[in-house]
């Protein structure tokens, strides 16, 4: 008996149109999987967070956050501002006194000597003839002391001499407010005393504070100084 849907005997396994025979699986895709949506879950592990922005980071003790500035050292203290020529005169004058009583020792101990020493002779209204000296040697000598003193304490760490230490201000460095050294303290008091023996330059140096910005002497600006209040005098 023939089978009707095949048209064959023996009624193999049906054939469908356009099947061309036996029926077979598909073969497997190899193209790859869609992404997934956005937003959705992966199994990877999670996205590191973005870095905080510069400047953010807390400051840990005793350094700074990021693009801040340092604390202030010792020499530059918070409200710190430019001695004003009152305050620079009063701290000359007590040094003055210490050097002037060096200056009256050393006159004593040199006055037999005729070193250096230059001589006047004035005759007075009643006859009265008056014999004055002038040591120079004593100046120099002088000046030589007062050139170590200024370099040893200007230029130590606390950078005052007694009169400064007395009214409270401080020799810095015009750029860092810092400690100048023994080396500039030491060329700042040479600048000042050779401008002491020649009177006029002195006089301005003296009072050139009274309209400079920084209140610098001429022997400030040669050295590259400045003269600061501090919070506490001595």
């Known amino acids: 008996m023939d089978d009707d849907v095949t048209g064959e005997s023996g009624g193999g396994p049906p054939s469908y149109p356009g ?22 879950p992966t199994s990877g592990p999670p996205p590191m967070p973005p870095p905080p922005p510069p400047g953010s980071y807390p400051a840990s003790a005793g350094y700074p956050a990021p693009g801040g500035f340092p604390p202030p050292g010792p020499f530059a203290a918070p409200g710190s501002g430019y001695a004003n020529w009152g305050i620079r005169l009063g701290g000359w004058l007590i040094d003055f006194a210490i050097f002037f009583v060096v200056q009256i020792v ?17 005759t007075m209204s009643n006859g009265t003839v008056r014999h004055t000296r002038f040591d120079i040697l004593v100046l120099f000598i002088t000046a030589l002391i007062a050139i170590v003193y200024a370099t040893v304490l200007v230029g130590g760490p606390r950078g005052q001499t007694v009169g400064m230490m007395a009214v409270g201000i401080r020799a810095v460095g015009d750029g860092n407010h810092g ?12 600048v000042e005393q050779v401008f002491r023996f020649t ?19 001429l022997h400030d600006k040669v050295v590259g100084t400045v003269v600061l209040r501090v919070r506490n005098a001595g």
Not at 24 to 40: D, E, L, N, R
Not at 106 to 122: A, V
Not at 179 to 188: L, Q, V
């Open 179 to 190: 400690p100048i050294g023994y080396g500039r303290a030491f060329w700042r008091s040479v």
């Open 19 to 40: 099947g061309g025979g036996s029926a077979s699986p598909a073969p497997p895709s190899s193209a790859p999987p869609p992404p997934p949506p956005f937003g959705a």
């Open 106 to 122: 050393l006159g004593g101990l040199f006055r037999h000597s005729n070193t250096l020493t230059i001589h006047f002779t004035n």
């Open 199 to 217: 009177v006029i330059v002195w006089i301005i140096d003296m009072l050139f504070p009274l309209w400079d910005g920084k209140r610098q002497t």
